[in-house]
């Protein structure tokens, strides 16, 4: 897989107290009704438990993923599952972890009323997709918690390099997440948060910046099969699914 960076978020947190979790806060599988995934949560589930990972966050296209049996099944290979979604607001993507209910979010202005419940992440906001934040995120900064450092990237091509230097300038953390659509790319990139294995404690280290992202850069044969479904993604299946 090559060697992870730990990349330091830019602001000064306080010392780690915990042993540190191992964690993906955005995630897709075969039961999100927006994308085409072969694989379904379950497996997800199971590669993240080789691995060791220790929290995960289903975030499914405008809808709240989070039914017992998938807790339980988590629950017993040693992962907490936080609820999370990624909401389309006119066309552009949201990530919300730590929601209780879908929220009905019109505006981005409305996610100022989420604040206090959830943590607000601008994933992939400066990638080559029409769902990409960009000039938006800009315009609210204010409204997110963290900006999102993506797995889709290598030495050679990265679209995270303008995400870390706003980052840089605006002292908001990066939250290291796969966006994983497909299996290859899983684990290159992930957050290691300072909690206990609860979804309080989890949600609670994200609100003091008590995390840091460790990645990897994929390897370009990985890196182009996730382009070209992107591509797809983009220009066939978004064409054919209703735009919020």
């Known amino acids: 897989m090559g060697f992870p960076m730990n990349i330091q978020n830019p602001f000064k947190t306080l010392p780690f107290q ?7 806060f955005h995630l897709h599988a075969r039961e999100d009704k927006q994308d085409r995934i072969s694989y379904s949560a379950k497996d997800l589930i199971r590669l993240a438990a080789k691995q060791k990972f220790d929290v995960l966050s289903f975030t499914f296209h405008d809808d709240l993923f989070y039914p017992r049996d998938l807790i339980s099944f988590a629950k017993k290979r040693g992962i907490t599952l936080v609820p999370g979604t990624e909401l389309t607001i006119h066309g552009r993507h949201v990530l919300v972890n730590g929601i209780k209910k879908l929220p009905k979010v019109k505006e981005l202005t409305g996610l100022e009323k989420l604040k206090d419940e959830a943590i607000i992440t601008a994933p992939h906001p400066f990638f080559p997709t029409s769902t990409a934040l960009r000039e938006q995120l800009l315009q609210n900064l204010h409204l997110f918690n963290n900006i999102e450092y993506t797995a889709r990237y290598n030495q050679f ?3 995270n390099k303008k995400a870390a230097s706003l980052a840089q300038q605006s002292n908001k953390p990066l939250l290291g997440n796969s966006d994983c659509h497909h299996l290859i790319y899983f684990g290159y990139t992930f957050t290691q948060v300072d909690a206990s294995p609860s979804i309080d404690s989890i949600l ?3 609100r003091k910046k008590k995390f840091q992202l460790t990645t990897t850069p994929l390897p370009t044969k990985w890196l182009l099969k996730a382009g070209i479904e992107n591509a797809f993604n983009e220009y066939v299946v978004k064409r054919i699914s209703p735009q919020k």
Request: proline share 0%; no cysteine; glycine share 0%.
């Open 204 to 206: 609670e280290a994200l």
């Open 157 to 159: 091509v990265n679209f």
């Open 18 to 24: 915990n042993r540190m979790l191992k964690a993906d």
